[in-house]
Each structure stands twice: as C-alpha cells, then as structure tokens.
C-alpha cells in the first residue's frame, strides 16, 4: 500500500487551470500566445468594490467572522435573492465559502456517502465529478448533445435515477457551453424531479449576470418553489463582478444541509477574508451599472467569435445564451492529417495543433465529458478575439 489515499489516485488536477498555467508560461518564454482558456472576467474588480476591501483592512475588519459569513454579508445575500430571484431565506438558510467551488465542495462532502449517485449533465464544469469522487460518489453522466442544445432532456434524467441518486446538477447558464433554460424547459425538469422526492438539487448560477438578447435568467426554484425544501442555490461573485481572485461564493438553501455544510468548514477554511466579506457587500449592493455595461460587451464579443468560427465550415458552433465561452465542434477534423504528417486523433491532440501552431490556447472537449468539441472563452479584447479566430481557422486549414 502506497502513502496517498485511493480518494486522491482517482481524481484530476483542474484541466482549465492547468492549460491557462501552460499558455502563461509559454507567454513568459517570450511565446506569442492568445489565450482562449480562461474561465475569469478580463476586467478589473470596480474601484468602489476595491474600496470597500481597503477601508475594511483599515477598520480593522481583520479578525476572524462567523463561519457561515457575516451578518452584514447574509444580509446583503438575503436581498439579492429577494431582489433578483424573487426567493426567500433566512440568516441560518444562508452560507459563504472561499468561491462557489468550497460552497459546492462542502455540499457534496456533506451529503455523500460511498456509492451515492450524483447526476452531472454533460457537457459539465470540469470541477463536478472530480469533487463527487473525492466525496466517494459515483458521478453519473447525463449526456445532453448539440442536437438538444446541450440541455436535459427529461426522459433521459428520469432514466437516469435510481434510488441511489442523492443529487442532480444543474448549471444555467453553462460552462463550458453558455446554454441557458427557459421556463419551460426548467418546468419539464421539475416535473420529473417532483415524481422523486429523495433526489435534491444543486443550481449552479454562477453565470446568471451574464446572459445576452435580452434573456432573462431564471433558476429552477423561481419555477418551481416546492422544490425548496430540496434545493440549494449556489452563486459567488467571481464572474459577475470580476472578483475571481477574492475567493467568496455562497449559497442559499435548506438549513439542516447548510448546517452541516456550516460544520464542515469550521473545520476546514473556518471562513472566507474578512477583507472579502466587506467587499462582497459592496458588490451584491451597489453593481447594477458594472452588470448591464459588461452584458453589452460580452455580447459583442460573442457575436465576433461566433460568426468567424461558424464562417469556417470545419466546424459547427453553438450560439451561447450566457457565460463567456463558447463550445464548438471539431469533429470534421479528426483524422486530417498535419504537415509534418502525423494525424489529429482526438481533440487533446487538436487544441495541442492549436497551442503550437497557432499560438491559441483553447480547453478540449474531453475535459468536460464531451469530445470532440473544444470550448473558447470571450473573456478577452475584441482585437484578441479577431486575431485568435484568424489564427485558429488559418491552422484548421492547413489540416488535409
Ligand atoms: N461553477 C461554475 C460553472 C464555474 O465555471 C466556476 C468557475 O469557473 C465555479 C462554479 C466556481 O467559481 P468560484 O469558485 O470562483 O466562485
């Protein structure tokens, strides 16, 4: 028997942070790189959220909070949930963890047991599986194709519990696909959801601000309240207000699961900063402004990548309603060979092609369960983003 744990021999160091560290590097080698693989908002967190954290250091908020966050921040939670989600929660509903990955991690780590089944539509987050497995799960994938919009479709969840099914995992709208669920669509999920009262629901809305054509975002439990007592909420403010790096997700839900979501992380991080809390605040409360100007440009930027890459009839691509990534598929070019002769088998060995040839870093497919696709983010110059297309479509030729 070796030293590490079998929990740890099954899992993966993240894949998107692992191709954004390799780009980096490269980019310090002097490389010129374009990188497409980032998950993170290229803006800067707004000066007044910045001025919150600085004049909290300075007020000597530096000491430890209560672990579920402080009351000032679940304040400010509860009423954006009020505001912005039309749901309901109390102080003790309520938890904030180092980013909605720690929120997500606690929920799973406390609800899991050997052999429970957690359903993860695919494509998924990178991170899903990986954390149910280090829960000691078993991720069961349901496969949600581009014919379906990459989205759920109900009679293949219903197949898809069994009486061991603990949760299923909802992310609208998507990474890595930007798919996002209409009422109806959240209604046609429920319905199934309400035949199985022991399957409880975890809603990933991470992305709900960034969201293009005037949509609308809603979240399964603004359509179906009775599912409530089963339900649990999760959002951060690392993509919507541009803080990835101050680390504070929360979530809102049934106070017997946040409890113990609340036990586990009193004995672990204990909370997240201080320093962060303050300035989460300010974000939750005063953003309106900073939302609806990204919106817009995120749009543009969208609509520039995707009509270069449709252009190209090597690939199909997916028009993202929300997120700031887009998932194409590359399958036409499998097999094709390259210059030197040696052949694309998969789409590892394409976005490999991508990185050397072109000089653009994009994730692979495979890393969220669904080849042979690979997905681009947004989140970068319109400059950045036409010269990227060019070079990933001028590379994608040279392929015979
Ligand atoms: N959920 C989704 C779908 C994400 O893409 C991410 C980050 O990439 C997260 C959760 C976690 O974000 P954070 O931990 O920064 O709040």
Do not use: G, Q
């Given at each position: 028997m070796g030293f590490f744990s079998q929990r740890i021999s099954k899992i993966q160091p993240s894949v998107t942070m692992s191709i954004s560290a390799k780009a980096k590097s490269l980019k310090e080698e002097g490389k010129n790189i374009i990188n497409f693989s980032a998950g993170e908002p290229d803006f800067d967190t707004p000066e007044n959220i910045k001025n919150s954290g600085i004049q909290a250091i300075k007020d000597g908020q530096t000491k430890y909070t209560p672990v579920n966050g402080t009351k000032e921040l679940r304040n400010a939670i509860i009423n954006k949930f009020k505001k912005e989600n039309n749901l309901h929660f109390s102080h003790d509903e309520i938890t904030v963890g180092c980013g909605g990955k720690q929120v997500i991690y606690n929920a799973l780590l406390a609800s899991i047991d050997k052999e429970d089944e957690i359903i993860i539509p695919s494509p998924y987050w990178v991170s899903y599986p990986d954390i149910a497995l280090i829960a000691e799960g078993e991720p069961k994938v349901l496969e949600c194709s581009l014919e379906n919009n990459f989205k759920i479709n109900p009679q293949d969840l219903e197949k898809c519990i069994?009486?061991?099914?603990?949760w299923l995992i909802l992310n609208s709208p998507s990474n890595p696909t930007g798919a996002m669920y209409n009422d109806l669509e959240l209604m046609n999920i429920a319905k199934i959801l309400l035949k199985h009262p022991h399957v409880w629901i975890l809603s990933d809305?991470?992305?709900?601000?960034?969201?293009?054509?005037?949509l609308k975002f809603k979240n399964i439990l603004q359509i179906e309240n009775s599912l409530k007592e089963r339900t649990l909420i999760v959002n951060g403010v690392s993509k919507a207000y541009a803080m990835t790096g101050w680390r504070l997700g929360y979530a809102g839900g049934p106070k017997k699961l946040i409890n113990q979501i609340n036990k586990i992380q009193s004995q672990s991080t204990t909370h997240t900063s201080s320093i962060s809390q303050a300035a989460a605040i300010e974000a939750l409360n005063n953003s309106e402004e900073f939302i609806n100007k990204n919106k817009k440009v995120y749009q543009e930027r969208r609509d520039i990548v995707f009509s270069k890459l449709k252009n190209f009839d090597g690939f199909d691509v997916f028009l993202p309603q929300g997120s700031f990534y887009i998932y194409v598929c590359c399958n036409n070019l499998m097999n094709k060979k390259k210059e030197d002769g040696t052949l694309i088998n998969n789409d590892i060995e394409f976005s490999d092609y991508l990185l050397d040839e072109a000089g653009v870093a994009v994730v692979p497919g495979e890393a969220f369960g669904c080849s042979n696709y690979f997905r681009t983010s947004f989140a970068t110059s319109k400059s950045n983003l036409e010269k990227g297309c060019d070079k990933i479509i001028e590379a994608s030729k040279k392929l015979k």
């Open positions: 069994t009486n061991k099914t603990k809305d991470l992305y709900e601000h960034i969201v293009f054509d005037d």
